[in-house]
């Protein structure tokens, strides 16, 4: 098995990358790394660094600089996601061209957590309650590990990593949940992180029984891109079918209710 490690440097990825063997027993690995250009000479820093570290290793590393600024003004996205659709285009164009299995990231169960927050501020469906999971190409091995265990086993070992300063900042929102929210969560539930696993995995079986009735359903109601009202509204759940088919056009909740409205009339 060969797998590609996105090692950016900070303290999660650079713990994957030094307990990967554990983690994949018996695999090879070579490391990717984002150089996003987003904080000068801090971002070129984190470069240099996991470069060294793949030297001292001895394992394969590919660097990619993205205009990650220019590319979401075009696209009109936030930085954030801007990054994400970038860093995860690469690593599929990798995986594909040098033969890799799978790429490993490394999310937490705090970044979970926050991921389960940010979606459910946003207002979504089940599959944004889901939490993070394996999806294609794209593994993530230390979803059941906090942030606060990562940081004590690389203490306890003298290991390295860096610290991005962006990350102090409250004027991105999982920033905001990361230091001011999800604190007070833990003080009211020193088990929330557990809590919200166990949860998020039920939300997963429910929604894929859900999905089941959904792909049923769409043989029923839909030819083609045509959708029979008659057998649309025959359906045991409607509006459910409704909003998944409608998904794809990004409707609003205004005007998912009122063509609701206009169907029942």
Known sequence: MRVLLAVSGGIDSMYMAERAPELFPGASFAVCH??????????????????????????PIYVKSFETAAYASRNDLSIEMAARDLRYAW????????????????????????????????????????????RGLVVRPLLGISREQIRIWMEQRGLSW?????????????????????????????????????????????DDIAEDYFLKARQTVCSGSMI????????E??????????????LTETALDNLWDLLEA
């Open 91 to 134: 690593f599929g164009e990798l995986c594909t061209q040098e033969g890799f299995d799978c790429v490993a990231v490394a999310h937490n169960a705090d970044d979970n957590a926050e991921t389960f927050f940010l979606n459910l501020l946003r207002g979504t469906g089940t599959r944004g309650l889901r939490g993070m999971g394996d």
């Open 34 to 59: 984002c150089n996003f250009g987003l904080r000068g000479e801090e971002s070129d820093g984190d470069e240099a660094f996991v470069r060294e570290w793949c030297s001292r290793k001895g394992l």
């Open 228 to 235: 029979s009202i008659r057998a649309l509204l025959a359906l």
């Open 237 to 250: 759940h409607p509006r459910y079918v409704l909003f998944r088919l409608t998904e794809p056009v990004g």
């Open 162 to 206: 860096r610290e991005d300063s962006s990350n102090a900042s409250s004027a991105y929102k999982r920033n905001r949940l990361r230091h001011e929210v999800i604190p007070v969560l833990k003080e009211m539930n020193p088990s929330l992180l557990q809590s919200l696993g166990r949860t998020m995995e039920h939300i997963r079986q429910t």
